[in-house]
């Protein structure tokens, strides 16, 4: 009965390399959402995905960011050419979907160092 | 506009006592749901209670119940019995079901529990 799997928990990214970030939703679950939180600050949302959609993703930098949930395997979440300001913590979260009200699981998180 | 607000960024508690944490919102969406999430030091994201908006009952779940006032736009939470391990940040969140489905955060409140 996993949750939520996020890996890896801890990323280390020098300046200008590629980061990526997965998330397996709960099993059953066809919905992801990817938030970013800064030290000491709330989560702020990026992008809400379905199998193969990208339903909003108006929180997502125009630049450099980009996710992704295929058909099959997780849901990545991918920042090209990092910057001492993307270090931070992502969430991954998953839900059934459907209009269904109810909470949506979280992962442990992915903390992001770029040094 | 912030869809989420919570007013408290701080706040001691001596053990033992309730505690009640702050939180209004803003939706014109009829249907909703309110959440509150505990985010210990550790950094993961556990969900604690859920609200509907056409849930007659406040909802409880153990030592947390939430104090919905729905003309007031309120979802407070209330701890009764606060514990050491209760010390965390406590996050308010809302999902609007007209909306997009993805879910608000509030700036969340650091409880401190004092022995």
């Known amino acids: 009965n996993a949750g939520v799997m996020q890996n890896p928990r801890h990323l280390v990214r020098r300046r200008g390399q590629e980061a990526r970030l997965r998330c397996s939703p709960m099993?059953?679950?066809?919905?992801v959402y990817w938030y970013r939180q800064l030290p000491e600050e709330g989560l702020k949302f990026m992008v809400y995905?379905?199998?193969?959609?990208?339903?909003?993703e108006s929180g997502m930098p125009k630049e450099r960011f980009s996710a992704e949930f295929p058909k099959e395997g997780p849901s990545i979440l991918r920042i090209q050419q990092v910057v001492r300001g993307d270090s931070a913590a992502y969430f991954c979260?998953?839900?059934?979907?459907?209009?269904?009200?109810?909470?949506?699981?979280f992962g442990q998180g992915t903390r992001l160092t770029v040094v | 506009a912030q869809k989420i607000t919570q007013t408290q960024p701080g706040m001691f508690v001596q053990e033992k006592e309730a505690v009640t944490l702050d939180c209004t919102y803003d939706?014109?969406?009829?249907?909703?749901?309110l959440f509150w999430y505990k985010q210990p030091s550790s950094g993961e994201m556990i969900f604690l209670i859920y609200?509907?908006?056409?849930?007659?009952q406040n909802a409880t779940e153990g030592r947390y119940s939430l104090n919905f006032q729905k003309a007031r736009k309120s979802a407070n939470l209330v701890i009764s019995a606060s514990q050491l391990g209760d010390s965390a940040m406590y996050f308010c969140?809302?999902?609007?079901?007209?909306?997009?489905?993805?879910?608000?955060f509030g700036k969340g409140t650091r409880l401190h529990i004092l022995p």
């Open positions: 609200q509907g908006s056409y849930d007659q």
């Open positions: 939706t014109s969406d009829p249907s909703y749901g």
């Open positions: 099993k059953g679950h066809s919905h």
């Open positions: 979260a998953s839900s059934p979907g459907g209009g269904r009200l109810i909470e949506a699981f």
């Open positions: 969140a809302m999902r609007e079901m007209n909306r997009d489905d993805k879910i608000i």
């Open positions: 995905l379905q199998k193969e959609n990208i339903i909003d």
